[in-house]
């Protein structure tokens, strides 16, 4: 595993990080057992991973707090608290009360970063003004030690964080990138860099690079919308151009490792159910960058576009 510093925190954490959401909530969503989904916590800390990012409305926290048993001071643990609920403000209060459950359920005195979750553009105001100083006082409480804050898939143009960045008082973000939504490099990065604020990179792969179908469909999408060449969507396998010997290994491979050396990027989040995936991820995050020529053909045909491949699971 190799490791780095989670912006201005000082954190020392693995370049790849264990989503515990997501479609599969560790497996949870998709028939696992607790058991099972323990093991993936720990097979996830076997292969050098320690930071670990989970949410109250994931329903994983218990999960968590049983995997890092006997091995807490080693983790860096990352929950979230859901500051809307259908659109409508939740109270400071109750944010501070699932703060509290927050650590119940993952066993721990403190959190290590506290995120308000899927902020939207609309919603900031309200975060930074009612939400915001009730967590700062829980903060000197000595309940959790750095705040974030995370966007979401209907922000595709990252319009929350610009304003959350320039407000100094989050530490840590989630932003949303990957090689067909590239917007970030651009609207996000330069600022984070700059305002030294660490990044959690959400949607490196998820459905649309994980499945073949769904690529190949979204590809001619987009190019019966003239939005990408016409000879893309004339093949099945429209990235193919990036599996080849000094390249990637799939494309798979090629979106975690395109993820993962962006500058700017601190930890690549995945999710999975399955140990094999563990293992697999975690050997593609730490390969090398991928060749210069495949960045900057993806540059060349996809640095255009927005909110491509933002899959929001459905149990969110």
């Known amino acids: 595993m190799q490791y780095t ?12 990080g264990l989503g515990c959401g997501g479609f599969s909530r560790l497996g949870l969503s998709t028939g696992k057992t607790e058991a099972e989904a323990i093991a993936v916590v720990r097979a996830a800390l076997d292969e050098g991973i320690n930071l670990l990012d ?31 609920r259908r659109g409508t403000p939740i109270p400071a209060a109750e944010v501070v009360a699932s703060l509290d459950n927050s650590l119940r359920q993952l066993r721990t005195d403190v959190i290590d970063v506290f995120q308000c979750h899927a902020v939207r553009p609309e919603m900031y105001q309200h975060v930074r003004e009612a939400i915001v100083p009730a967590l700062q006082q829980e903060q000197k409480k000595g309940k959790f030690r750095f705040l974030g804050i995370t966007e979401t898939a209907e922000d595709p143009e990252h319009r929350m964080l610009a304003d959350a960045v320039a407000d100094g008082v ?18 996000v990065f330069p600022a984070t860099h700059t305002a030294r604020v660490g990044t959690l ?25 003239g939005k990408v060449p016409a000879w893309l969507a004339e093949s099945e396998d429209p990235l193919g151009f990036l599996v080849h010997a000094g390249g990637a290994s799939s494309v798979t491979d090629a979106a975690y490792r395109y993820a993962r050396h962006e500058p700017g990027v601190d930890v690549v989040l995945f999710g999975t159910g399955e140990i094999s995936h563990v293992k697999s991820n975690v050997e593609s995050i730490v390969k090398p960058a991928l060749p210069e020529a495949d960045r900057q053909k993806l540059a060349e045909l996809f640095g255009h576009l927005v909110g491509v491949g933002l899959d929001i699971p459905g149990q969110r």
């Open 5 to 16: 510093t989670l912006g201005r925190t000082g954190l020392r954490v693995s370049v790849a």
């Open 54 to 84: 989970t949410a109250a409305p994931y329903g994983t926290e218990h999960i968590v707090g049983q995997a890092i048993e006997g091995r807490r001071d080693a983790v860096v643990v990352a929950t979230k608290a859901s500051v809307f």
């Open 201 to 225: 990179l959400m949607f490196a792969v998820r459905s649309i690079f994980a499945r073949p179908e769904r690529l190949a469909a979204t590809v001619k999408d987009l190019a019966a919308a």
């Open 170 to 187: 989050w530490d840590t973000a989630m932003i949303a990138f990957h090689m067909m939504c590239q917007n970030a490099r651009r609207s």
